[in-house]
Every structure is written in C-alpha cells, then in structure tokens.
C-alpha cells in the first residue's frame, strides 16, 4: 500500500494527464519512481510514457528556439553548443526505460566524450563503454561508473594498462580469449565475447556490424565450437547490429540471437544489447522497448546492458558558424568559418545534409544557398539551402543535432582551428569549457 505523499501525488497526476506530469516523476527519487510505476496498470504506464514524451519535445522546441536566439547576439565561432537542460531530458528518458525494465544503460564515447557534461550524465546512466585504452581511462576517471571495453582486437602492451580501468573485457574472438582471458579474470574484471547476431536492418553497409565479411563478432560456426573450450571463462555475450534504429528491429534482432545463441545462455550473468537505440528520440517507442527488455530478462533471468551513445545527446549539440564570405558560381555559395570535413565529418562519411536552424529544402525559400566551409577541399560542402531573408556576411547559422559524432571526429585539416566548445547552462549562461591554439595542431603533427 503506497503511504508516501509524494508517491501517491503523482500517481494522481499521472492517472489526470496533468501538463505537470514528466516533472512531478522526474524529481522524484528512485525508490519513490519504482512506487509509482508499482502503482500504475498498463493504461496509466502508457499514458505515462506519452506524458513524459510530449514533456520532452515541448521543452526541446522551447530550447531551440532559446539556442537560436543566443546565436543571434556575439558569440565567437565556429562553436560546438552543447545544451545541458537538452541532456538531461535525454537522461530523463533513459533512466525512465532502466525504471521501467532494471536493464543497465552505458554511455557509448565513441559518439561523444565531452567530459565537463558527465557529472550531469552520470547521475542517470551507469557507465560506459569504451573501445580502447583512452576511452576506457576517459570513463573511469571522468564518468566514474562502470567501464565496458571492447576492441577488435587488444594490443598486448595495452591490456594490462585496460584492465585497470575497466569491469568488463569483451572479446572478439576466441584466440584474444584465449590469450588474455585468465588475466582478466585473474584481475577480477569481468570477460564477455561479442557474437555475430546473424541479422541486422542497417542500410549503409560500412555502419552494419553484420555485413557479409564484417571483422565485428564471432560467428554461430566459430562460436559452437570455441564456447565448448573457453565457455568456463565468459560471463556475458556481447551483440550491436543497431544504428539510429527503432525498437522494432532490436526486436528483429534479438529473435535472430535467441535463436542462435539461446542454448549457451544458461549460467551466464549477463547479455548487452549493444548501441543504436535512437531511445530518445519522438517516434522511438519505448513500450516496445520496455516489452523486449521484460521478456527477455523473465525468459533467461539474465542483467540487460543497452550501450546507446547518440540517444544521449541526441538533438541536443549544435555547431554556430559565421558567414565569412559569398561567392556566385551557378548559385550562391556561402563560405563559413566551419568545415563539414574538419569540424562535422560524418557529413561527408555518412553522407547527410544536416538540418539548419530557420532554413528550407533549395527553393523552398525564397534565398538558396550552398553552404560550404572554408578549407582547400573542393567537397567541402555541407548541402544546399534555402531562407526567409538574403545571407549577409557576419550573420550566423546554426546547424543541429552537431553533439554526436562530431567533437570526437574532428580533425586540424590545412591547420584548421578547432571550434569553441560551450555548455548552455540549464541556469540560463553560457560557459565556454574548451578553447584550441595553434598548440594543438602543431602538438599532432610531430
């Protein structure tokens, strides 16, 4: 019987809808959470779930248009502006699947590692996953939590340096078992092996783990056998197959691992789902993702890990350049003081046109641009452009969704500076946490 006053106030809300909902829960701490969620049918866990959505997206509009008009007033360029209060509805949303289901969420550094946000990070998530020697210590030392790491293959002067930075050592192949596993576990660290799950939906075959010849996971054929030697030495499998996916292809996923996998579960402790949960953003259903996690977990009795990194800051980083010139040739070129190959490469890697605050598909609007950057690459374009009034020099533009995958790719091309990187303060300032000199091209080249 639920006797907390709180507890019992935002069962009520909830079960009214009330527009007060996702902070009523959100403040609440994780004891009372788990009374609430006790406390709620599958109608009212539903309703929750919409609530606490429709929360995050009216906040995200609202801070977007607070980020806008920031960039509109001085503002040094080129910026990478992450926003906090943007990542903390982020974390808001995946505690929400961890209170829903008791799974563990790591953070993924390979999509983002700026450490002056993990003292806000941390408060939510678990820990993170790192894919080498930095990353592991980056995670120890800054996010202070669990430490996943796994590589396609560890160099032998670097894993004893590993082991001591992480809880769980995950392994590619049996022959990397083999060779350092009984160190590991002699460290009382943790051994997984990440495993070929056999099916995946991801379109661009360099970002799918399972494209035929894929280095990623051990296959069901090698797995059969190396399990019967080495199995003693493993406490959990490891499979990512999933890239800014839904829950319904993890659902797809996973039934291709079950069926694969399933007999060599028992005894194990643990199974983590990988990365490319999109969990936060609008359209991901999360009652789907609560479902698979549930069955998955009463079935084998096993802890789940989620390893999303996008999901983290998913929306919530943005790049600010400044126009330093435009040039006609066909059409009008604008040249910023950001480059799509130095400062946001996946653009050119994927390939995406990224979105730009208060601009159109070309021709939409009633002033086309293409927007490119300043360097000596001739595809350094970030696409073509449309908007309301004619781009002057100086003016500003704003480029979304710039968190992932951009600061931890960037690159010193033709001796490029960095851009800035800033924290938009939930309490309303703007910090700048990062600056880059001259020292830290020169200091990359010899």
Not at 251 to 258: C, I, Q, T
Request: aromatic share 10%.
């Amino acid at each position: 019987m639920v006797t907390d006053g709180k507890v019992k106030n935002t069962i009520r809300v909830i079960s009214k809808g009330g527009s007060n909902t996702a902070t009523a829960y959100q403040s609440l701490t994780d004891e009372q959470r788990k009374d609430v969620l006790d406390g709620l049918d599958s109608k009212a866990l539903l309703s929750l779930t919409r609530l606490l959505q429709a929360s995050k997206h009216k906040i995200f509009h609202s801070e977007f248009c607070r980020v806008e008009a920031m960039s509109a007033h001085h503002i040094r360029t080129p910026v990478y502006l992450l926003n906090e209060r943007l990542i903390r509805e982020n974390m808001g949303m995946m505690r929400y699947v961890k209170d829903r289901t008791g799974c563990k969420i790591l953070h993924a550094l390979k999509a983002f590692a700026s450490f002056a946000l993990f003292p806000l990070m941390s408060g939510y998530l678990d820990g993170t996953c790192a894919s080498g020697l930095h990353e592991a210590r980056l995670g120890r030392e800054e996010f202070k939590k669990e430490v996943h790491a796994f590589a396609a293959a560890y160099k032998e002067d670097e894993v004893g340096h590993i082991l001591g930075y992480s809880d769980v050592i995950i392994f590619n192949s049996f022959h990397q078992l083999e060779e350092y596993g009984q160190m590991v576990r002699d460290a009382r660290v943790q051994v997984g092996l990440r495993v070929n799950p056999g099916h995946s939906e991801v379109a661009t075959k360099a970002y799918d783990p399972c494209a035929p010849c894929s280095r990623l996971g051990i296959t069901v054929s090698a797995f059969s056998k190396g399990f019967k030697r080495y199995g003693a030495l493993v406490d959990g499998l490891h499979f990512h197959a999933l890239c800014e996916q839904n829950a319904d292809v993890l659902e797809r996923v996973l039934g291709s691992f079950e069926g694969l996998y399933g007999p060599y579960l028992e005894g194990l402790k643990w199974v983590n789902f990988g990365g490319g949960h999109h969990i936060t953003r609008d359209d991901y259903d999360v009652e789907r993702l609560v479902k698979v996690i549930n069955n998955f977990k009463n079935k084998y009795g096993l802890q789940v890990y989620l390893e999303p990194g996008e999901a983290s800051v998913y929306n919530a980083g943005f790049l600010i350049a400044s126009v330093l010139d435009i040039v006609e040739n066909e059409t009008l070129i604008a040249i910023l003081d950001a480059s799509a190959e130095a400062h946001m490469p996946d653009v050119l890697l994927m390939p995406y046109r990224p979105y730009v605050m208060g601009s159109g598909q070309p021709d939409e609007k009633k002033y086309s641009y293409r927007l490119a950057g300043p360097s000596c690459l001739a595809g350094d374009v970030m696409g073509d452009y449309s908007f309301d009034r004619p781009l002057q020099r100086g003016d500003k533009v704003v480029f979304t969704d710039m968190g992932l995958y951009s600061i931890v790719k960037n690159t010193t091309f033709n001796g490029m500076g960095l851009p800035d990187i800033a924290v938009m303060k939930e309490t309303g300032g703007l910090e700048t946490v990062k600056t880059f000199s001259y020292e830290d091209y020169k200091a990359r080249q010899s």
